[in-house]
């Protein structure tokens, strides 16, 4: 049997999950999901494998439905659910889903696959208790779920995990953020990627706590829940840490003061996805009383490196490798560095996916020929902690035979008291190779030359931004990352 599935019985009468429509026990949470696996059976003895995408809003229906789909034997494709319909046809025909379930509010969306000749387009009003009960023994080395890359710097990919890579991404969690029955968390992240499924719902869910739903966001929803006092873990964003700083500003001081003291009682504060800068780390240690806890992770291979549960926690710094992840860095012909050069991050270990999902070309591009996965993230080590210096493919910058870090002169330029926000990356220049160049959150009015001269008084030159643009926001995906290929077009 499914381990998350066999716990959630130790929690039989526990509320596991709270949404909009109400609360909801473990049972529940089973029964609804042993509904869903029997209606997609339809009589059949296993799924094997079929593909099955689903588009429902955060909340029970979304995770009873997943969990439908693995005990009936299927692979979940989570759909994102602010994409417009080229986008889910691409990861719905490349997948090859043969059902696709969705929430009454996705129909529309959705309806070009109405009286499909190879796909059914089922809505969950339609899901109704069957007489058929008996369900498949799963093998845990089986396909469980295909999430999609961010597609940052190519066209997404489907990243095929088995049941068994999720059981160890998820245990790990729970034993080195120390995840218990008591803890209640908040689920705002979207459900389409590692960090909302894995890290929050997953982890709270294994652990027998409770997780509850806040869809659509609401910075000031986030700080009623928080005064209500049940939550003590909470995970997000970067993106979503800015703007709870900004809504938490705009309270009078009795509020900000009930609210830091609500908050210093809670026991783990994550942030992950995208680079935190260490202002904001700063700026939510003072507003909460907590140093967020900073980890690294992919959807290839769930989380790898984090900071510690106890102990020093070091801005700007990823932490070290987790219990069961070995992780190296290397050079480009392989070779390990020496102790504080910089390197690619290769992970090995079981939490490692699979495959990508009908790209054999890829996947063993993706390995070397001993079984390391190739991040293409660049880090080195620094007195025991890994830091990020940026992907080697768009964050780190090859002009005039230097190699320079964008995530480094970022964080910088985030100090200047006129900037907001930034992203800065390499464009092609026939003499360097590329030039450093800035987009910035800002006024117009700024004086880049004041900023210059600021800026090399704390960097070399060279690494001094040769143009800057204005934005009023830089353009993300879904998890608040920059989309950096994106914001190149803009020069």
């Given at each position: 049997m499914l381990q998350l599935v066999n716990k959630a019985q130790q929690y039989a009468e526990k509320i596991a999950i709270v949404d909009g429509s109400g609360s909801y026990t473990f049972q529940q949470l089973l029964d609804?999901?042993?509904?869903?696996?029997?209606?997609?059976?339809?009589?059949?003895?296993?799924?094997?494998?079929?593909r099955v995408a689903f588009m429902v809003s955060p909340g029970f229906n979304y995770t009873a439905v997943q969990w439908g789909i693995w005990r009936a034997g299927g692979i979940a494709v989570p759909l994102c659910i602010t994409y417009?319909?080229?986008?889910?046809?691409?990861?719905?025909?490349?997948?090859?889903?043969?059902?696709?379930?969705?929430?009454?509010?996705?129909?529309?969306?959705?309806?070009?696959?109405?009286?499909?000749?190879?796909?059914?387009?089922?809505?969950?009003?339609?899901?109704?208790?069957?007489?058929s009960s008996t369900l498949p023994a799963i093998?845990?080395?089986?396909g469980a779920m295909i999430l999609y890359t961010s597609g940052t710097t190519s066209l997404p990919k489907g990243v095929l995990t088995t049941h068994d890579n999720i059981q160890n991404?998820?245990?790990?969690?729970?034993?080195?953020?120390q995840w218990s029955s008591e803890d209640y968390t908040l689920g705002i992240l979207p459900l389409h990627h590692?960090?909302?499924?894995?890290?929050?719902?997953?982890?709270?869910?294994?652990?027998?706590?409770?997780?509850?739903?806040?869809?659509?966001?609401?910075?000031?929803?986030?700080?009623?829940?928080?005064?209500?006092?049940?939550?003590?873990?909470?995970?997000?964003?970067?993106?979503?840490?800015?703007?709870?700083?900004?809504?938490?500003?705009?309270?009078?001081?009795?509020?900000?003061?009930?609210?830091?003291?609500?908050?210093?009682?809670?026991?783990?504060?994550?942030?992950?996805?995208?680079?935190?800068?260490?202002?904001?780390?700063?700026?939510?240690?003072?507003?909460?009383?907590?140093?967020?806890?900073?980890?690294?992770?992919?959807?290839?291979?769930?989380?790898?490196?984090?900071?510690?549960?106890?102990?020093?926690r070091k801005a700007g710094h990823i932490g070290q490798p987790l219990p069961g992840v070995e992780v190296r860095l290397v050079d480009e012909n392989n070779q390990e560095v020496a102790a504080g050069e910089p390197g690619e991050i290769q992970i090995k270990g079981p939490s490692v996916f699979k495959e990508y999902w009908g790209k054999e070309e890829a996947t063993a591009k993706a390995f070397t020929e001993d079984g390391w996965f190739k991040t293409g993230d660049i880090a080195q080590v620094d007195e025991g902690y890994y830091r990020i210096l940026g992907r080697d493919s768009i964050d780190i910058i090859k002009s005039g035979g230097y190699?320079?870090?964008?995530?480094?002169?970022?964080?910088?330029?985030?100090?200047?008291?006129?900037?907001?926000?930034?992203?800065?990356?390499?464009?092609?220049?026939?003499?360097?190779?590329?030039?450093v160049v800035a987009a910035l959150v800002a006024d117009s009015s700024l004086d880049s030359s004041k900023l210059n001269a600021w800026l090399r008084e704390r960097m070399p030159a060279y690494k001094t931004p040769r143009k800057y643009i204005f934005l009023e926001d830089l353009p993300r995906n879904a998890m608040g990352k920059?989309?950096?290929?994106?914001?190149?077009?803009l020069f």
């Amino acid at each position: 049997m499914l381990q998350l599935v066999n716990k959630a019985q130790q929690y039989a009468e526990k509320i596991a999950i709270v949404d909009g429509s109400g609360s909801y026990t473990f049972q529940q949470l089973l029964d609804k999901s042993q509904e869903v696996a029997a209606f997609l059976l339809q009589g059949q003895t296993d799924l094997k494998q079929s593909r099955v995408a689903f588009m429902v809003s955060p909340g029970f229906n979304y995770t009873a439905v997943q969990w439908g789909i693995w005990r009936a034997g299927g692979i979940a494709v989570p759909l994102c659910i602010t994409y417009p319909f080229p986008s889910l046809e691409y990861v719905i025909e490349d997948t090859g889903a043969e059902f696709i379930l969705t929430g009454p509010e996705y129909g529309e969306v959705l309806s070009p696959y109405k009286n499909h000749s190879s796909k059914k387009l089922i809505s969950l009003e339609e899901i109704k208790a069957t007489d058929s009960s008996t369900l498949p023994a799963i093998k845990t080395d089986r396909g469980a779920m295909i999430l999609y890359t961010s597609g940052t710097t190519s066209l997404p990919k489907g990243v095929l995990t088995t049941h068994d890579n999720i059981q160890n991404q998820v245990s790990t969690l729970v034993k080195a953020w120390q995840w218990s029955s008591e803890d209640y968390t908040l689920g705002i992240l979207p459900l389409h990627h590692v960090h909302g499924i894995i890290n929050v719902m997953s982890c709270a869910l294994w652990a027998g706590a409770t997780i509850e739903f806040l869809h659509p966001f609401s910075a000031s929803r986030v700080f009623e829940i928080f005064e209500e006092g049940k939550v003590n873990v909470f995970m997000a964003v970067p993106t979503i840490y800015f703007k709870l700083i900004s809504q938490f500003e705009s309270y009078p001081e009795a509020h900000r003061k009930a609210l830091t003291e609500r908050m210093q009682r809670f026991r783990l504060m994550v942030s992950g996805s995208a680079a935190l800068p260490v202002s904001v780390m700063e700026k939510w240690k003072t507003i909460s009383g907590h140093y967020l806890l900073e980890r690294y992770g992919m959807t290839e291979i769930g989380m790898a490196i984090s900071n510690p549960y106890s102990g020093e926690r070091k801005a700007g710094h990823i932490g070290q490798p987790l219990p069961g992840v070995e992780v190296r860095l290397v050079d480009e012909n392989n070779q390990e560095v020496a102790a504080g050069e910089p390197g690619e991050i290769q992970i090995k270990g079981p939490s490692v996916f699979k495959e990508y999902w009908g790209k054999e070309e890829a996947t063993a591009k993706a390995f070397t020929e001993d079984g390391w996965f190739k991040t293409g993230d660049i880090a080195q080590v620094d007195e025991g902690y890994y830091r990020i210096l940026g992907r080697d493919s768009i964050d780190i910058i090859k002009s005039g035979g230097y190699k320079i870090s964008a995530l480094e002169i970022e964080e910088i330029l985030r100090k200047y008291p006129e900037i907001k926000d930034c992203g800065v990356v390499g464009v092609p220049d026939e003499e360097w190779g590329e030039i450093v160049v800035a987009a910035l959150v800002a006024d117009s009015s700024l004086d880049s030359s004041k900023l210059n001269a600021w800026l090399r008084e704390r960097m070399p030159a060279y690494k001094t931004p040769r143009k800057y643009i204005f934005l009023e926001d830089l353009p993300r995906n879904a998890m608040g990352k920059v989309t950096k290929n994106e914001l190149k077009k803009l020069f």
